[in-house]
C-alpha cells in the first residue's frame, strides 16, 4: 500500500489517524523530532554559566595553552636539540621542563578552581549521592594519575623521549593494561570529579574542554603523530600533563 493509500485510510478510520505511527529504524536520527526534546534541563544548565566572565575565559585560555605548548617545545627540542645544548644535557632540560609543565598545570588547576567558587553552585546537583561520586571520580583520577607516574618516571612522564632518554621496554603494566592514556583521564577524572563535588555547572563545561584538549594532544602524540617508528618502545605510554 502506498504512502497516499495508507494517508487515505488514517482519514477515513480515526482511530488509525490517532495510533502512533512506528517510526522507521533505518531512517536512523533523521526520524527524530527534535523539537519536541524536552530541553528545560540544559537551559536550566546554562543559566548557571557564564561565560563572558574573564576568569572563565583565561580558565579555557590556560587549558588549551598547556598540551599546546608542550608538544610545541617538545617538538622544537627533538628537531634542534636546543634545550639539551642550553641546559647541557638532555636529562636537566627535561627536568626543567617538566617543572615548567608542573606549574602550568598547578595554575590550570587553580584557574578552573576560581571560576567555580566564581560562579553558582546549582541545587540539582546539591546531592549526597552526585558528592560521593564526585569523590569516587577524584580517588580514582589520583589512583590513575600517580601509578602512571611511578610506572613511567619522571623522564618517562615529562617528555623524555623526545629528548633522547627511552625507556627500556615498553610500560604494559598497571594501569596501562586496563586503560589507555590513563594519565590524562585519571586528569580529566579529578576535574569532573571536582565539579561534581562543588555543584559547579561551569566546572562540567571546564572539564569536557580539558577532555577535548587532552583527546586533540593525544592524536599529536600517538604513534603515528611522534617524530619516532610505530615501533618505539615508548610509543604507547601517554606522559601526563
Known amino acids: 500500500m502506498s504512502d497516499g493509500d495508507a494517508a487515505a485510510a488514517r482519514s477515513r478510520n480515526p482511530a488509525a489517524r490517532d495510533r502512533a505511527v512506528p517510526l522507521d529504524c533505518c531512517g536512523g536520527?533523521?526520524?527524530v523530532d527534535y523539537s519536541k526534546m524536552d530541553l528545560t534541563l540544559m537551559e536550566?544548565?546554562?543559566?548557571?554559566?557564564?561565560?563572558?566572565?574573564?576568569?572563565?575565559?583565561?580558565?579555557?585560555?590556560?587549558i588549551i595553552f598547556n598540551p599546546l605548548f608542550w608538544n610545541v617545545v617538545a617538538?622544537?627540542?627533538?628537531r634542534t636539540r636546543r634545550l639539551?645544548?642550553?641546559?647541557?644535557?638532555?636529562?636537566?632540560?627535561?627536568?626543567?621542563?617538566?617543572f615548567v609543565i608542573i606549574l602550568l598545570n598547578v595554575y590550570r588547576s587553580h584557574s578552573m578552581t576560581v571560576v567555580m567558587k566564581a560562579q553558582p553552585r546549582w541545587e540539582v546537583m546539591e546531592r549526597m549521592d552526585v558528592f560521593y561520586v564526585g569523590i569516587a571520580l577524584m580517588l580514582l583520577g589520583t589512583v590513575l594519575v600517580v601509578s602512571s607516574f611511578l610506572a613511567l618516571g619522571f623522564t618517562g612522564?615529562?617528555?623524555?623521549?623526545?629528548?633522547?632518554?627511552l625507556m627500556d621496554e615498553k610500560v604494559s603494566g598497571f594501569p596501562f593494561n586496563i586503560a589507555e592514556n590513563p594519565m590524562y583521564w585519571g586528569s580529566t577524572a579529578?576535574?569532573?570529579?571536582?565539579?561534581?563535588?562543588g555543584a559547579s555547572p561551569v566546572?562540567?563545561?571546564?572539564?569536557?574542554?580539558?577532555?577535548?584538549?587532552?583527546?586533540?594532544a593525544i592524536r599529536f602524540e600517538g604513534p603515528v603523530g611522534r617524530p619516532f617508528s610505530p615501533s618505539h618502545p615508548f610509543?604507547?605510554?601517554r606522559p601526563w600533563r
Open 157 to 165: 612522564t615529562f617528555l623524555g623521549d623526545y629528548f633522547g632518554i
Open 190 to 197: 579529578n576535574y569532573l570529579g571536582l565539579a561534581l563535588v
Open 44 to 62: 536550566e544548565l546554562l543559566k548557571h554559566i557564564n561565560v563572558h566572565d574573564s576568569s572563565f575565559c583565561i580558565a579555557v585560555i590556560a
Open 235 to 237: 610509543s604507547d605510554a
Open 203 to 216: 566546572g562540567l563545561l571546564l572539564t569536557a574542554v580539558v577532555a577535548v584538549a587532552y583527546k586533540v
Open 84 to 98: 639539551s645544548r642550553l641546559f647541557g644535557g638532555p636529562y636537566l632540560a627535561c627536568y626543567c621542563l617538566g
Open 29 to 31: 536520527l533523521n526520524n
Open 75 to 78: 617538538r622544537w627540542e627533538y
